[in-house]
């Protein structure tokens, strides 16, 4: 039913095919991923050429001066990738005067890393050459791209944030004439990026790290208080190999991204709804949402006060059952009225921005990759000559608490949001998915996957279906026009303050799925309704 049921659409959003399927959150970059395809290459190949171009025709969310993670399940195996992004080595709490300098400008600037991972994904798992996975991005950086009424309502909201920079670094790349926001529908063209690709794909991604680009960075950073050195980049970011936190829903395995990943926040939801009898989510009733809102809020107060050391975190023994009974202990303390609501419970990050992609070859292979530079366009600020823009990671560290991990202290790593995750039937990759929308990752995969396996929706279906998400003070944000005045008058009967969203937000996320269908023969692939995206096979 949840495969049968699938429909295309004319524009390209929901596609299937029967050699493989790319979703992504643009066109020419999901164009790019099946190029490789047609090349020989397989899900590897097609995930780091569809990233590449996404960083040039998706620049507000992703790049080169960003960060990347992945989970793959390549010849059977199940791993996944950390490419965290690490502070300088001149990083600390008293580098920054105040809150701006962590989000915008050149002090906010963390070790870029997504090349780093793409490179060795490329070498350690890819059939293509390094040269041909950039070819694709090269091409659109030096011909253009349409710039689409998202990016152009983006590049207006940001603005300001643009134009405060001193400097103005960023707006001469990204604003027209360095001034004015570009329209729908007009050309963007990057030569210097171009230029910078062009000469990454004849030396390598080492030569970000060491080579002239390198020395650019380092001068660039010099000369306007930056904290990144020409030493930081030297070390090249290391790529970390993870086992997969591993889960179930109702018969599914479930396999998603360890700490620094925010996997177990997906798997304690979907452990919370486990508890409850599936016909409690059949129906879009009050009572439903009433449990979604409050499984939400829950799982988002674990993961706000449950910062997971990475390289400690598989010493929990028998994890999937203490996260079980977890769960069952959240649930009675929903039936039994309890509420956290209002507590401080440390740093309100959560209005970061990335993008997501996922891969599904004919061998069986799949990728799932999320990539990002923080908030909406990064720190705003691009160094002369190359083109891309820095991420802003800074200002997702916490502070002010030196024994929290995710503290700012030079060489960490930011807390992090990204949620890469397979869904497996009979032991074989069945759906791959992932969102951006930093805090809304989890909550939004969660309604996503629940939709599919208790309400049996297809793909096409569950992913244009509307919304909520739960933050921890009690505020429930969601799509407000999309739902049934009953809906809403019980959700604030339960005490909770509803913060209006438009239909199909963009703070809703954006999910990319990807699925082998077991019932039917061949792929079938969504792209998020609320981005730019599309999903192709060839």
């Known amino acids: 039913m949840i495969e049968e049921s699938f429909s295309n659409s004319q524009d390209g959003k929901c596609s299937s095919s029967n050699k493989g399927m790319v979703v992504t959150a643009f066109p020419d970059a999901t164009q790019a991923g099946t190029d490789m395809f047609s090349l020989g290459g397989n899900a590897v190949d097609a995930a780091c050429a569809a990233a590449l171009a996404l960083g040039v025709c998706e620049p507000q969310g992703s ?13 059977g195996r199940t791993v996944t990738i950390d490419g965290s992004t690490k502070a300088p080595s001149l990083a600390h709490t008293s580098s920054f005067k105040n809150e701006t300098e962590r989000k915008r400008g050149y002090k906010a600037t963390t070790i870029p890393s997504t090349l780093a991972v793409l490179g060795y994904l490329n070498e350690k798992y890819g059939k293509l050459s390094w040269k041909t996975i950039v070819q694709p991005a090269l091409n659109i950086a030096s ?25 103005q670094s960023g707006a001469k790349y990204f604003l027209k004439k360095g001034k004015i926001p570009f329209e729908p ?4 063209i990057q030569p210097d990026l171009a230029a910078t690709l062009s000469e990454i794909a004849i030396h390598g991604y080492q030569s970000m790290y060491t080579g002239e680009i390198a020395s ?32 179930t829903y109702r018969g599914h395995t479930i396999k998603s991204l360890p700490p620094p990943g925010s996997g177990e926040t997906l798997l304690l939801i979907l452990a919370m709804m486990e508890v409850l009898p599936p016909e409690v989510f059949h129906k879009d009733s009050p009572e439903k949402y009433k449990w979604r809102a409050e499984i939400l809020h829950k799982a988002f107060v674990f993961y706000r006060q449950n910062p997971r050391n990475p390289n400690t975190f598989h010493q929990i023994d028998e994890f999937e059952k203490k996260l079980r009974e977890h769960a069952s202990r959240l649930i009675s303390s929903i039936q039994a009225g309890e509420r956290l609501l209002g507590k401080s419970i440390g740093a309100e990050q959560g209005k970061g921005e990335t993008t997501h992609l996922s891969v599904m070859d004919r061998e069986g292979n799949s990728v799932g990759l999320t990539q990002s530079l923080n908030l909406v366009y990064g720190a705003k600020v691009s160094t002369e000559g190359l083109g891309f823009l820095y991420n802003n990671y800074i200002e997702a560290f916490q502070y002010g608490k030196p024994g929290h991990y995710y503290n700012l202290r030079p060489g960490g790593i930011p807390w992090p949001c990204a949620t890469p995750t397979i869904v497996f039937k009979n032991d074989m990759p069945w759906l791959v998915l992932g969102s951006p929308g930093s805090q809304r990752i989890f909550s939004s995969m969660a309604q996503f996957l629940s939709l599919i396996i208790d309400q049996k929706m297809s793909i096409d279906k569950a992913i244009v279906h509307p919304r909520i998400h739960a933050e921890h003070n009690g505020e429930l944000s969601l799509e407000i026009d ?4 009953s ?8 005490g909770y303050r ?16 990807a699925m082998k269908c077991q019932s039917v023969n061949g792929f079938q692939g969504a792209a998020d309704i609320r981005r ?6 060839n």
């Not at 960060?67 to 793959?72: F, G, K, M, R, T």
């Not at 809906?487 to 339960?494: A, D, M």
């Open 63 to 75: 790049g080169i001066g960003g960060q990347s993670v992945a989970i793959l399940h390549l010849n």
């Open 482 to 485: 999309r739902f049934e005045p």
């Open 498 to 513: 509803i913060k209006a969203r438009e239909p199909y937000s963009f703070y809703m996320g954006g999910i990319h799925a």
């Open 143 to 167: 011909s253009g791209f349409r710039i689409t009424k998202l990016q152009s309502f983006l590049l207006k909201r940001e603005l300001e944030n643009f134009l405060q920079v001193q400097t």
């Open 216 to 247: 650019m960075i380092d001068a660039d950073m010099r000369k306007h208080g930056g904290l990144l050195r020409k030493e930081d980049l030297a070390m090249i970011p290391e790529v970390i190999e993870r086992e997969p936190i591993l889960g």
């Open 487 to 494: 809906v809403i008058e019980s959700l604030e009967k339960k």
């Open 185 to 188: 529908g007009e050309l963007f």
């Open 532 to 537: 730019d995206g599309t999903a192709m096979g």
